[in-house]
């Protein structure tokens, strides 16, 4: 009826057009499909990452959750500090903890009001953030490099030079 | 690209139970290679600076978080991908088919394991969702392909000799594909 080799040219055939099927219902798939946001298909503290950069370093607050937001994200610490647009803040971080979806970002910002040592965690869903937690509280100090938080912390590994 | 796969020429195929199972059986090696190709290229076109062809999901539950994005951030994702992509023209292209069925072994039984273990769909594991079905395919086309994986379970395997690498050029001669006969 029908040769092995003719079966086979067949075969190949059929799959080139299978791959192109599958490609292109997964490209469509209205999951994903339209949303560009800066932060879709990246890992998650890349994402947190842009997400500071813009609400911190550039002070756009709104501009950040504009597009790193969802409209099912939530702010559990709505009234922390910086949650307005302001000037560009001077952003120190400390540490970045990471697993899975979670980032802890402990970070020292600096702006109208004096100087604070932040806790920011998220979490992250798709390329956005969706779930937001601010913890802050004064530097002991004059600015963040002041801060007793800025210590190198001793490990016990090696001696703290300064 | 153009490929030339030595099939056994000759060959007729008639209309019977036989030949629907052997239908079946390419189509599952069809689909599996499509959908290696697929998801192994849409991860390698983000290595070299394109966009993806679907942003790679991260998982729903922490467990399958926690793994997957652990390999992205090791780099082991990269090399998952590229053997999903060799893998898949393998055996779309029907070349080298089982080697690459065993080299895909451990990646379909990952994506398994990620998408109803760590995810807890255990729901899924009767579903046609082709999380599970990669695992499927691969183990019904190893069973197929049997002939070639029956020398490497031999349980006495005396050590080969140099002479043995003249043979190497013997893997892109013709197959015997009459049953009974072995090809070795």
């Keep these: 009826m029908i040769s092995d080799k003719r079966l086979n040219n067949l075969s190949v055939a059929l799959g080139l057009l299978l791959t192109v099927y599958v490609a292109q219902d997964l490209h469509f798939n209205p999951r994903w499909y339209g949303d560009n946001g800066p932060g879709v298909g990246k890992l998650p503290r890349d994402i947190v990452a842009g997400y500071m950069h813009t609400a911190y370093g550039r002070g756009q607050v709104a501009e950040a959750a504009r597009l790193y937001y969802t409209k099912k994200t939530i702010d559990v610490t709505p009234d922390a500090p910086y949650r307005n647009d302001s000037l560009p803040l001077k952003d120190t971080v400390r540490e970045v903890i990471a697993e899975g979806l979670n980032v802890a970002v402990h970070h020292c910002v600096e702006g109208d009001g004096g100087a604070r040592e932040v806790v920011d965690m998220f979490r992250t869903w798709n390329g956005r953030i969706l779930w937001r937690k601010t913890i802050a509280q004064p530097v002991n100090g004059p600015s963040c490099a002041a801060s007793e938080l800025a210590r190198p912390v001793d490990l016990g590994l090696k001696p703290v030079s300064g | ?184």
């Excluded at chain 2, 490929?3 to 390419?26: E, M, P, Q, S």
């Excluded at chain 2, 290696?36 to 467990?63: C, D, E, K, R």
């Excluded at chain 2, 998952?80 to 070349?95: M, R």
């Excluded at chain 2, 080697?99 to 072994?105: H, P």
């Design chain 2, 1 to 184: 690209m153009a490929v030339t796969t030595r099939a056994v020429a000759g060959t007729t195929n008639k209309l019977d139970i036989w030949f629907i199972g052997k239908l079946v059986l390419i189509f599952f090696r069809i689909m599996l290679g499509a959908w290696m190709i697929v998801s192994g290229s849409s991860h390698l076109l983000t290595v070299f600076g394109y966009a993806p062809i679907f942003p790679q999901p991260l998982g729903n539950l922490h467990p399958s978080n926690v793994m997957l994005v652990a390999l992205l951030e090791v780099g082991l994702f990269d090399l998952v991908k590229t053997v999903e992509l060799v893998v898949g023209l393998c055996l779309v292209f029907n070349v080298f088919v089982p080697l690459a069925l065993a080299a895909a072994l451990p990646v379909s039984y990952m994506v398994f394991h990620n998408s109803i273990a760590l995810n807890m769909r255990y729901d899924r594991i009767f579903s046609t969702y082709m999380a599970v079905w990669c695992l499927y395919m691969n183990v019904i086309l190893l069973l197929a392909y049997i002939r070639y994986y029956l020398p490497m379970l031999r349980m006495r395997a005396p050590m080969g000799k140099l002479e043995d690498f003249r043979m190497l050029p013997s893997i892109f001669r013709d197959p015997d594909q009459e049953p009974g006969k072995s090809g070795h």
